[in-house]
């Protein structure tokens, strides 16, 4: 049974920073890519960024881009996005995904989801 737990999540200031994981179980994920997505309250589940676990290729949403860094650990089977120059915009629930398909930057590519950790960025 595949799992994705996500934590790394909490309160921090405008400018800060922040580093979520995804620990990832269950299967080979050399086949896959998994990515982050976010919901805001009232909002769409958006895309974030992704990696292709077994190339290493990085996929990031024009709104991240240069603030977010996403990476993976083979030994650990652990995905991180790490989160600079934090905005209140960027506030959200954050989930972690998995998906064999193409394309990765859209929710309807995914197979398996984590619970989600909530970022809160204060102004």
């Known amino acids: 049974q595949v799992q994705l737990v996500e934590s790394g999540g909490g309160l921090v200031q405008a400018g800060g920073s922040l580093r979520l994981s995804c620990a990832a179980s269950g299967r080979t994920f050399s086949s896959y890519t998994l990515g982050w997505f976010r919901q805001a309250p009232g909002k769409e589940r958006d895309f974030v960024a992704a990696?292709?676990?077994?190339?290493?290729?990085?996929y990031y949403a024009d709104s991240v881009k240069g603030r977010f860094t996403i990476s993976r650990d083979n030994a650990k089977n652990t995905v991180f996005l790490q989160m600079n120059s934090l905005k209140p915009e960027d506030t959200a629930a954050y989930y972690c995904a998995a998906s064999r398909a193409v394309v990765v930057t859209t929710d309807r590519s995914y197979e398996y989801w984590g619970q989600g950790t909530q970022v809160t960025v204060s102004s």
């Open positions: 990696i292709r676990w077994s190339a290493g290729r990085t």
